[in-house]
């Protein structure tokens, strides 16, 4: 199964430790940025099989990168679950629209639960 990699963004180091350490054990290659731009550049370079994002980054937010991802040929069919603080409507639908495959709100779910859900994309 190590031929899935994984992308995690986010701002948050204990959150990249966390969820890299939980992929890492069930033998996915674990690919992480603590910035959307960084973020961006990785998805271009390693081609992941998924993106875990959170919305709100340094560089470049979660949204501009989910419109890049999207708006081309070559990145437009990775799958992008945000993973977010914010559980406002606004974030949410906007982030669906521009293409998101599933949003979660870091309180309202385990990590089990969220590892579960990157599990169940990527197996589609």
Do not use: C, W
């Not at 961006?40 to 501009?64: A, H, Y």
Request: glycine share 8%; net charge negative.
């Amino acid at each position: 199964m190590a031929d899935k990699k994984i992308l995690l963004i986010d701002g948050d180091g204990y959150f990249l430790h966390l969820y890299g350490e939980m992929l890492s054990a069930l033998n996915y290659e674990v690919i992480t940025a603590s910035d959307g731009e960084r973020g961006l550049f990785l998805v271009n370079d390693k081609k992941p099989d998924i993106v875990v994002s959170e919305i709100k980054l340094e560089r470049q937010s979660g949204f501009d990168l989910l419109k890049d991802l999207k708006s081309k040929e070559q990145t437009e069919n990775i799958p992008v679950v945000i993973l977010a603080n914010s559980g406002e409507r606004g974030d949410i639908k906007e982030a669906l629209s521009l293409g998101a495959t599933e949003y979660l709100i870091k309180a309202h779910h385990t990590p089990t639960e969220v590892v579960d859900v990157i599990l169940q994309i990527l197996k589609k």
